[in-house]
C-alpha cells in the first residue's frame, strides 16, 4: 500500500528555534502534500496544500513567513517552524493523495512538536 | 453551518454491540467520503471510503451514504474494546481535493 514517511515523530525545540518536519512518500509520487496541526482533544486543522514545484496555499489565518512548506520533489515536501513559540506546541501531520484506487489520502504518522 | 458535522461522543457501546457513527456535509457536490480512526497520539488510518449511494461493507464496518440528506453514516459490528478511538468522517472539497474533518466521535467500547 501507500506510505509516506514522516520524521522526526517527536521534537522538542526551544522558543525562538526553527524545526524542519519531513514527509517522504515511499513508493509514490505525491504531487499535492497537505499539512494539517491537532491541538489536544480537536480535529485536524488543515494548514496549507503544496504542489511540486509550485508555491504552498495557505489556509486562512495560518502565517505562510512562519511555516515554510517547501515541496521540491514528487516525493519530498518539508514543513518548517520558524521562530518557534510555546503556542505553536502541536501534533503536526502530512498527508498525500496516494492515486492509488480507493487508498485515499495517506497520512504520514505525524510529529509531536514541543516548545518550551 | 460546519462543512463536516459529526457528534464528540463519546459513544459508549458494550463489547459486542454495534456503534453507530453519523456524519453530514454541507457540500452538495462531494463525491466521495472517508471514514478514518485515530487512536490518542497517533495519525488517522483509513477504515472505509465510499463514493456511491447505499451501503459498503468492510469486515465488520459498514458505511452508509445518502447523497440527497447528505449524509454518510459507519457502523462497527461486534465492537471490541480495540475499537476505541476517535473516528473522523472526512470528505473533499470541490477544488484542490483537500480534505475537510469533521470534529470526530469518540467511541468507547467497554469490557
Known amino acids: 500500500g501507500a506510505v509516506v514517511s514522516q520524521h522526526p515523530s517527536r521534537v522538542i525545540c526551544k522558543s525562538g528555534t526553527s524545526v524542519k518536519i519531513e514527509c517522504r512518500s515511499l513508493d509514490f509520487q505525491a504531487t499535492t502534500m497537505f499539512w494539517y496541526r491537532q491541538f489536544p482533544k480537536q480535529s485536524l486543522m488543515l494548514m496549507a496544500t503544496?504542489?511540486?514545484?509550485?508555491?504552498?496555499?495557505?489556509e486562512q489565518g495560518v502565517e505562510k513567513d512562519k511555516f515554510l512548506i517547501n515541496h521540491a520533489s514528487l516525493t519530498l515536501s518539508t514543513l518548517t517552524v520558524t521562530s518557534a513559540h510555546p503556542e505553536d506546541s502541536s501534533f503536526y501531520i502530512c498527508?498525500?493523495?496516494?492515486?492509488?484506487?480507493?487508498?485515499?489520502?495517506?497520512f504520514g504518522s505525524g510529529t509531536r512538536l514541543t516548545v518550551v | 453551518q460546519k462543512e463536516v458535522e459529526q457528534n464528540s461522543g463519546p459513544l459508549s457501546v458494550p463489547e459486542g454491540a454495534i456503534a453507530s457513527l453519523n456524519c453530514t456535509y454541507s457540500d452538495r457536490v462531494s463525491q466521495s467520503f472517508f471514514w478514518y480512526r485515530q487512536y490518542s497520539g497517533k495519525s488517522p488510518e483509513l477504515i472505509m471510503s465510499?463514493?456511491?449511494?447505499g451501503d459498503k461493507e468492510d469486515g465488520r464496518f459498514t458505511a452508509q451514504l445518502n447523497k440527497a440528506s447528505q449524509y454518510v453514516s459507519l457502523l462497527i459490528r461486534d465492537s471490541q474494546p480495540s475499537d476505541s478511538a476517535t473516528y473522523l468522517c472526512?470528505?473533499?472539497?470541490?477544488?484542490?481535493?483537500?480534505?475537510?474533518f469533521g470534529g470526530g466521535t469518540r467511541v468507547l467500547v467497554k469490557p
Open positions: 465510499i463514493y456511491s449511494n
Open positions: 498527508s498525500a493523495l496516494s492515486g492509488v484506487a480507493n487508498y485515499g489520502y495517506t
Open positions: 472526512a470528505v473533499p472539497g470541490a477544488a484542490g481535493n483537500k480534505l475537510t
Open positions: 503544496s504542489n511540486e514545484g509550485s508555491k504552498a496555499t495557505y
